[in-house]
Each structure stands twice: as C-alpha cells, then as structure tokens.
C-alpha cells in the first residue's frame, strides 16, 4: 500500500518533498503525476523522483500548486494510488500609488492600490486608522478610492491593507487638500521622515 502526504503547504522559493512507500511481492515500482502529467515527462530540474520513490520540488513556484499522485505497482497485483495536494503560498504585497499628492477643493482624486498574494488577499481600506466604504463623494473598491470634489476635511492618510491566512502587508499615502481664499494661502507641509505636521500661512506684505 502507498502512503504519502494529504496536504502540503509551502512557500513560494522554497522545497518540499513527497514521501511515497509501497510494499508486495515483487517490490511495487513507484511513478509520480502532477495533475494528469507524468512527472518523468517534464522538463523540470526542480522536480525529482528520488531512488526511495519520494518526489522532491525544489524552488517551488506559482505553478508547482497542483495535485501529486503516487501511483505504485508490480504488474501482479492492482496498482495503488494516493494523492497529495500542494498549496503554494505567495507572501501578501502592496503597492499605493500616487505616494503623495495635493490638490485644491474640487478637484476629484482618484487613489489606486495594486495587491498581490496567493491565497487572494483580502483588501481594505483606511483613512487616519478609521475603515473605509463607499458613501457620499467617495466611492470605496478593491483596487482604488474615488473622491469627487474633494474638501478640506478629506485632508489625511489613505492606507490600503490586504492580508490572508499567511500575512498580511500594507501601504499609504497622505493627501493634503489646499485651501486658496484671496490673496492669503495656507496648507500643510507634511515631514514624512520625522513625521512632524508644521502650518505655515503666507500672506502679502508691503514696504513702509
């Protein structure tokens, strides 16, 4: 009889390895598919059938993620299989686009968020560490948040979070809305770096 493990989980770059045993009389030889192809049949240096019958996938990648069966026979008695199901996990990342960006009251701002993981991740929003949906002039998806019109109290960091049962990761960016009234112009500088908020008002002046 074959035995061999019922589910693997493992990281993409790294190694796993498929133990298969089968007993009678004469001695079972042991072969390996990965979904309905022979392993023997790709062209893979990654992938080896030990002397033992044990299969080794090394650097494993996306699409190593597939079923393994260990099919065991000696021609006398009926051939054995049992089948194991590699899942490939890719580390959760995130990437916000713009990084930064200012603009005056009115315009529309439209933020994107490109995330990727194997499982899919789960993606959520947040703006100052409160969750976002869709409500009024902002419109909350997977990928992106629309502002329509935007004011000054939109002002803040816009976080974009996504996580699955393997991690989770995050990214984000500051929009600062401007405020332009006559001649006189306040906003914010925004020091990321020591994450101080420093207010400046600039005004006309004349020589007396």
Same mark, same amino acid.
């Given at each position: ?10 990281? !993409?770059?790294? =190694? ?38 044990? *299969?080794?996938? =090394? ?5 190593? $993620? ?13 051939? =054995?299989?049992?089948?194991?199901? *590699? ?6 990342? !995130?990437? !916000?686009?713009? $990084? $930064? ?7 529309? !701002? ?53 996580r699955h049962n393997y991690g989770s990761a995050s990214d984000k960016m500051y929009l600062n809305v401007v405020v332009e009234r006559g001649n006189v112009r306040a906003f914010l500088i925004i020091n990321l770096f020591y994450k101080r908020v420093y207010h400046f008002v600039f005004a006309p002046f004349s020589f007396q």
């Amino acid at each position: 009889m074959c035995k061999c493990f019922i589910h693997v989980v493992a990281y !993409v770059g790294t =190694e796993v390895l498929f133990r298969c045993r089968a007993t009678g009389l004469p001695t079972p030889g042991i072969s390996w598919r990965k979904g309905s192809i022979p392993v023997s049949s790709l062209d893979l240096d990654r992938m080896q059938i030990l002397p033992n019958g044990d *299969l080794r996938v =090394e650097n494993i990648t996306e699409d190593d $993620n597939d079923v393994y069966t260990c099919i065991a026979t000696n021609f006398v008695e009926p051939m =054995e299989t049992k089948e194991a199901r *590699l899942a490939v996990i890719v580390p959760v990342s !995130v990437s !916000v686009s713009p $990084n $930064n960006v200012t603009v005056s009251p009115g315009d529309d !701002v439209k933020i994107t968020c490109s995330s990727r993981g194997t499982p899919r991740p789960i993606v959520e929003w947040y703006k100052d560490d409160t969750f976002m949906r869709s409500q009024g002039r902002t419109r909350v998806s997977r990928t992106s948040v629309i502002i329509s019109q935007v004011q000054p109290s939109d002002n803040g960091y816009y976080q974009c979070q996504a996580r699955h049962n393997y991690g989770s990761a995050s990214d984000k960016m500051y929009l600062n809305v401007v405020v332009e009234r006559g001649n006189v112009r306040a906003f914010l500088i925004i020091n990321l770096f020591y994450k101080r908020v420093y207010h400046f008002v600039f005004a006309p002046f004349s020589f007396q």
